[in-house]
């Protein structure tokens, strides 16, 4: 079975801050980790994934994400948050295609506020 | 850009009714799937459908759930008799199904069963 833990379900910075927002995951094997990112009224976009290439993967808008094995770790951050980055963000995880488990198990996601 | 539409975006229903959610996912795509979320809680997986078939289906997939290719390019979600607690955002999602795929979401369908 598969599972994502968000630690925090609102993270509140300034503009121009780190952003740091927090997934740790268990799977039963290699896990492939997404980050999504909702806007109001919209549907999910995705930030990025891991599917065990480089553990520093890079997505968009300025946004990366670290895979920590030993941590069950897949934080994403961002050096300097900007106004519309303000969002709400899932972590998700998958078996990948290799197990025949596509299902995406999400976690509880978390809610940026940016501040002026 | 290729997307993933879905009609309608908002729909109000009685309960007891029937249902169906339309997509359209993107069209090299073979693998579909739709996924829930009630309202201040967390997206849930409901199920997965390849090559005219269920590949992969969730508790929450009982028997008043159906999902249908009726065509070439649409995919449907039908609730044959809807209950409160089905009143979510629903999302359909499609993929490759090749390798590191991703996973491509629409933009939801918003239901609420009075």
């Known amino acids: 079975a598969q599972s994502v833990t968000q630690l925090g379900s609102h993270v509140s910075v300034s503009e121009g801050a780190l952003v740091l927002l927090r997934c740790n995951y268990s799977?039963?094997?290699?896990?492939?980790l997404f980050w999504y990112v909702q806007y109001p009224n919209q549907g999910l976009q995705l930030l990025l994934k891991y599917t065990s290439a480089a553990t520093l993967v890079k997505g968009i808008n300025g946004f990366e994400a670290e895979f920590k094995k030993s941590e069950t770790s897949f934080h994403l951050t961002k050096p300097s948050a900007h106004m519309s980055d303000a969002a709400e963000y899932f972590c998700?995880?998958?078996?990948?295609?290799?197990?025949?488990?596509?299902?995406?198990?999400f976690g509880s996601g978390t809610r940026l506020q940016v501040q002026p | 850009e290729p997307e993933v539409t879905q009609t309608p975006s908002h729909q109000v229903t009685q309960m007891g009714q029937e249902v169906i959610l339309r997509c359209v996912p993107i069209s090299n795509h073979l693998y579909f799937y739709w996924y829930r979320q009630i309202l201040g809680q967390k997206v849930e997986f409901l199920v997965s459908?390849?090559?005219?078939?269920?590949?992969?289906k969730s508790e929450i997939f009982d028997d008043q759930f159906s999902v249908e290719r009726p065509d070439g390019s649409n995919f449907t979600l039908k609730i044959r008799s809807t209950k409160l607690e089905d009143s979510a955002m629903y999302f359909c999602?499609?993929?490759?199904?090749?390798?590191?795929?991703?996973?491509?979401f629409g933009p939801g369908t918003r239901l609420l069963v009075l």
């Open positions: 459908f390849y090559n005219n078939e269920i590949s992969e």
């Open positions: 998700a995880v998958s078996g990948g295609g290799d197990t025949g488990r596509r299902a995406l198990t």
């Open positions: 799977s039963s094997v290699p896990p492939y």
């Open positions: 999602a499609s993929s490759t199904g090749q390798g590191r795929e991703t996973q491509y």
